[in-house]
């Protein structure tokens, strides 16, 4: 069974600063999604990493894919007020054919 | 830019009562799937459906549950009879094929059984 998961769960950052957010899952897989839900609302997407070394920019945000280890990383440069809600991975595994599997979800804050 | 339309947006109805949840997928996509989000906890695979039949469900997709795709536009879930733990946010995405497409989310439909 495929697992994904994020850490942190829970970022409380200051506006300015940079963070990582990780994902790992566990199987093997090529495709890896990041979504952004603001509270209450629907899933928009942010990035889909095809391959292995995919890395992908846009404004503050930057995604990456390692798939040999299994990893991607959201990284916030600068992070501003608007960039706070919840961000999702999912992974779209290899033998599971096109469903996704998301991670639980890292909430961000960006404090003024 | 095309979008994924579920209604209603919020639906509210008691234990044991039946539901439907309509999705409108975007038109020249072929495969459709439902997903649900219990409030505070991550997203959940119910079921894909391609080519008028169901390609994968989960283990969250028993008996109750059923998809259709009545007349070439709509997709709908049913809940045959709800239970309070069905209440949740149920999204509906579609994708143009598998592989390297990307899902397109609709705004979801918020279920509350009481």
């Known amino acids: 069974e495929l697992k994904v998961e994020q850490n942190p769960l829970f970022l409380s950052m200051q506006e300015g600063k940079n963070y990582t957010i990780y994902c790992n899952y566990s199987?093997?897989?090529?495709?890896l999604y990041w979504y952004r839900q603001d509270p209450g609302k629907s899933l928009e997407s942010l990035f889909v990493?095809?391959?292995?070394?995919a890395v992908k920019q846009e404004g503050r945000l930057m995604a990456s894919l390692d798939t040999k280890a299994r990893l991607s990383t959201l990284h916030i440069t600068a992070a501003v007020h608007d960039l706070s809600a919840t961000y999702f991975c999912?992974?779209?595994?290899?033998?599971?054919?096109?469903?996704?599997?998301f991670g639980e979800g890292t909430q961000l804050t960006v404090n003024p | 830019e095309p979008e994924v339309t579920q209604t209603p947006s919020h639906q509210v109805t008691q234990m044991g009562q039946e539901v439907i949840l309509r999705c409108v997928p975007i038109?020249?996509?072929?495969?459709f799937y439902w997903y649900r989000q219990i409030l505070g906890q991550k997203v959940e695979f119910l079921v894909s459906?391609?080519?008028?039949?169901?390609?994968?469900k989960s283990e969250i997709f028993d008996d109750q549950f059923s998809v259709e795709r009545p007349d070439g536009s709509n997709f709908t879930l049913k809940i045959r009879s709800t239970k309070l733990e069905d209440s949740a946010m149920y999204f509906c995405?579609?994708?143009?094929?598998?592989?390297?497409?990307?899902?397109?989310f609709g705004s979801g439909t918020r279920l509350t059984v009481v």
């Open positions: 995405a579609s994708s143009e094929g598998r592989g390297n497409y990307g899902y397109t």
């Open positions: 199987t093997t897989s090529d495709r």
């Open positions: 990493l095809l391959s292995n070394g």
């Open positions: 999912a992974v779209e595994g290899e033998t599971s054919g096109s469903r996704l599997t």
């Open positions: 038109s020249n996509h072929l495969y």
């Open positions: 459906f391609y080519n008028n039949e169901i390609s994968e």
